[in-house]
């Protein structure tokens, strides 16, 4: 199988860990990954601020980058959507979906001794729907312990330039998160999105909380 | 209808410092989104039900014309006045001329988000004609001054004290318990005499049934069918998009409403009338007030499938945080967002279909399946046509340019970490820091990463 990595503007520029992790955990699990060197951005960020011609375009520009692999994955659920249930391209997959859904695998052989908790993203659950593909992959690390957030299935107020648009609802939203995920008692909170945990973590952080925020392919990329 | 005052932005600034409104909001929500979950629950065939009714909407939507001369002759034929009314002034000038016509100088009123829409109680009163609100939340606000800042629950931004003592202040003097079963005891003795005395009655409709002519209304109350058995005459307004095409469509929205509106199997009060009996009047007023616009566009106009249930208020993080005020419109939350910016304008309303996450759980629970994140993008489309400023137009096709080749984001990216430490102080970014920390771009990128590999 060919496998592509797609990275994500947001992932290439922020969280090149993710990147990484998600290239270490394919590989483990034997694939060879390639990275189109000329990827950028799927176009989302144009699509949900009202600029729907210059992402159909950065859309068609993905199609060719991607043009000829048997997958796409990506270590982001939203960007994933997007290119997927808004654009039609069959072949994307998010990572944990790719592993659960696709491979059919749940133990990646990672080993993570900590408490963790996790926060479903909203296009995690409601655009590409991943089910719970990233709870199984979680319950099979070895020495994690999963510790459920209350009200797991409410946004983190992240959307986009909504958080800056909108910065004050966006910030009273993160900071109940922040609460939910304190209140856990965990070490770390993880997602599917570095979107979404840029919002967390930039609000953990803020609030000198303990808690770190982890994209799930770092997880499942330590041994 | 009434364009918002002020950008959601503003407005949600403001609401949002309201601590006590957010908690009780908060709590409010939650209890209403968790009975809710709890009795679509136990329905095996929901997503069947939200298929139909979404189906049975899109059908009236695409003969509306068709279907809306099949209820005016319905209801001429068992009786009734039908007048068709381009906006609010003609919706209230029926009305109006109604009550005069009959010599009421007042008017009971049940609970109607439309007749709230075109502002009927305001311009009866320019008339001398005096309108009183008979749902006890609406009586509430009406006592007040106040508007509605929920679809369900108009006050539930008021709490029982701040009632006691407005009812002591109006309509109960004395009254010291802020116990509930008190609060609408004084309500009911004040409101019972208004009952008995009004000549004329107004409603709304949750449906209008195309085949018979028959109107339907759903409540909790009883104060609803009050205002429709006690007054002689009964005037009823209702938006086009109320109508469903037969008596038995009716069978699919009685499950949706109230199992998505207050989370009940069944609402305690469900009335049902067709035309008028002997020495009683009837007259529907068929309100078009921007609806013919919002048809004409064919992804916005899935909003007029909406039955009104608030299922999307309760389980939306925004509305959850800012409440209803900050919509500045009767429509709030996410059908809001939608519905308003297309019946008064875009350009008048340019920053609501911004006012979400796009998180996307108001269409998870839509018993219409209104699909509110699609139209939220669609309408942000249009409001960038219309509204966007050139700095924003012009950083947006900057970054579209940088996005369109990899040696330009390459340098953007080595651009932006020599920026970092400026940059979070400037422009959009010190948005984001006021609040909340931004992770420091590493020192080396994936795709740098990658080529070294």
């Given at each position: 199988?060919?496998?592509?990595?797609?990275?994500?503007?947001?992932?290439?520029?922020?969280?090149?860990?993710?990147?990484?992790?998600?290239?270490?955990?394919?590989?483990?699990?034997?694939?060879?990954?390639?990275?189109?060197?000329?990827?950028?951005?799927?176009?989302?960020?144009?699509?949900?601020?009202?600029?729907?011609?210059?992402?159909?375009?950065?859309?068609?520009?993905?199609?060719?980058?991607?043009?000829?692999?048997?997958?796409?994955?990506?270590?982001?659920?939203?960007?994933?959507?997007?290119?997927?249930?808004?654009?039609?391209?069959?072949?994307?997959?998010?990572?944990?979906?790719?592993?659960?859904?696709?491979?059919?695998?749940?133990?990646?052989?990672?080993?993570?001794?900590?408490?963790?908790?996790?926060?479903?993203?909203?296009?995690?659950?409601?655009?590409?729907?991943?089910?719970?593909?990233?709870q199984r992959l979680l319950q099979g690390v070895d020495g994690l312990e999963l510790v459920e957030l209350s009200r797991p299935r409410e946004c983190c107020g992240f959307g986009g330039t909504f958080s800056i648009k909108n910065a004050d609802t966006s910030s009273a939203m993160l900071a109940d998160k922040c609460a939910d995920v304190e209140a856990t008692g965990a070490e770390y909170c993880t997602a599917l999105d570095g979107s979404c945990l840029l919002q967390i973590g930039g609000g953990l952080s803020r609030g000198r909380s303990g808690v770190r925020a982890i994209h799930l392919a770092e997880i499942l990329a330590s041994t | 209808?009434?364009?918002?005052?002020?950008?959601?932005?503003?407005?949600?600034?403001?609401?949002?410092?309201?601590?006590?409104?957010?908690?009780?909001?908060?709590?409010?929500?939650?209890?209403?989104?968790?009975?809710?979950?709890?009795?679509?629950?136990?329905?095996?065939?929901?997503?069947?039900?939200?298929?139909?009714?979404?189906?049975?909407?899109?059908?009236?939507?695409?003969?509306?014309?068709?279907?809306?001369?099949?209820?005016?002759?319905?209801?001429?034929?068992?009786?009734?006045?039908?007048?068709?009314?381009?906006?609010?002034?003609?919706?209230?000038?029926?009305?109006?001329?109604?009550?005069?016509?009959?010599?009421?100088?007042?008017?009971?009123?049940?609970?109607?988000?439309?007749?709230?829409?075109?502002?009927?109680?305001?311009?009866?009163?320019?008339?001398?004609?005096?309108?009183?609100?008979?749902?006890?939340?609406?009586?509430?606000?009406?006592?007040?001054?106040?508007?509605?800042?929920?679809?369900?629950?108009?006050?539930?931004?008021?709490?029982?004290?701040?009632?006691?003592?407005?009812?002591?202040?109006?309509?109960?003097?004395?009254?010291?318990?802020?116990?509930?079963?008190?609060?609408?005891?004084?309500?009911?003795?004040?409101?019972?005499?208004?009952?008995?005395?009004?000549?004329?009655?107004?409603?709304?409709?949750?449906?209008?049934?195309a085949e018979t002519g028959t109107i339907c209304i759903v409540e909790s109350e009883g104060n609803g069918r009050m205002c429709t058995t006690l007054p002689r005459v009964l005037v009823t307004v209702l938006g086009i998009e109320k109508l469903v095409p037969t008596f038995a469509d009716l069978e699919v929205f009685l499950q949706l409403l109230p199992r998505s509106s207050t989370g009940e199997r069944m609402n305690p009060y469900t009335s049902l009338w067709t035309g008028a009996t002997e020495g009683q009047e009837l007259h529907v007023v068929l309100l078009d007030n921007g609806r013919t616009r919002v048809l004409a566009d064919d992804v916005g106009r899935q909003a007029l499938h909406c039955i009104r249930c608030s299922a999307c208020l309760n389980v939306c993080p925004v509305y959850s945080r800012t409440g209803g005020h900050a919509y500045g419109s009767v429509y709030p939350g996410p059908i809001g967002a939608i519905l308003t910016p297309q019946l008064v304008g875009i350009e008048n309303a340019a920053s609501l279909p911004f006012a979400s996450s796009l998180c996307g759980a108001c269409y998870e629970v839509c018993p219409v399946k209104i699909d509110i994140p699609s139209v939220l993008l669609h309408l942000r489309t249009r409001a960038v046509s219309a509204r966007a400023g050139r700095a924003e137009r012009a950083g947006m096709g900057l970054v579209a340019w940088m996005f369109s080749g990899r040696r330009r984001f390459g340098a953007a990216q080595r651009l932006a970490r020599l920026a970092q430490p400026f940059a979070l102080r400037l422009g959009p970014l010190a948005a984001w820091t006021r609040t909340r920390d931004l992770k420091p771009m590493p020192k080396e990128t994936f795709g740098e990463w990658w080529r070294k590999r």
């Open positions: 199988m060919r496998v592509a990595l797609f990275v994500t503007c947001i992932g290439d520029t922020l969280f090149p860990e993710a990147g990484r992790a998600t290239v270490s955990v394919l590989e483990r699990l034997g694939h060879d990954v390639a990275f189109p060197s000329e990827q950028t951005c799927c176009g989302q960020m144009h699509l949900n601020s009202g600029y729907s011609a210059e992402a159909d375009r950065l859309a068609a520009r993905f199609r060719s980058v991607f043009d000829g692999f048997d997958a796409i994955v990506s270590p982001s659920s939203s960007c994933a959507g997007t290119m997927r249930e808004h654009y039609g391209v069959e072949n994307v997959y998010e990572l944990s979906e790719f592993l659960v859904h696709r491979l059919g695998v749940e133990d990646v052989g990672a080993r993570f001794p900590h408490r963790v908790t996790y926060h479903a993203t909203c296009h995690s659950l409601r655009v590409t729907k991943v089910g719970d593909a990233p | 209808m009434r364009a918002p005052a002020e950008s959601f932005p503003a407005a949600a600034r403001r609401e949002l410092a309201n601590v006590q409104l957010r908690t009780n909001l908060r709590k409010a929500t939650d209890t209403i989104r968790d009975k809710r979950a709890r009795v679509v629950g136990e329905m095996p065939d929901w997503e069947d039900l939200r298929d139909a009714g979404r189906a049975i909407k899109a059908d009236l939507l695409a003969h509306l014309d068709d279907y809306l001369l099949q209820f005016e002759e319905a209801v001429q034929a068992a009786g009734g006045h039908v007048h068709w009314a381009r906006d609010a002034a003609e919706a209230n000038a029926v009305v109006a001329d109604v009550a005069r016509s009959h010599g009421a100088d007042e008017v009971v009123k049940m609970k109607s988000l439309t007749t709230d829409e075109i502002e009927l109680n305001d311009a009866l009163a320019e008339h001398g004609i005096c309108a009183t609100e008979t749902d006890f939340a609406e009586l509430i606000l009406q006592l007040d001054g106040d508007w509605s800042s929920h679809i369900l629950v108009p006050a539930i931004h008021r709490n029982r004290t701040e009632i006691r003592d407005l009812f002591a202040r109006t309509i109960a003097p004395g009254i010291v318990s802020d116990d509930p079963r008190d609060l609408a005891e004084a309500a009911r003795l004040y409101l019972r005499e208004k009952f008995l005395a009004a000549r004329v009655g107004v409603s709304g409709a949750n449906f209008g049934v």
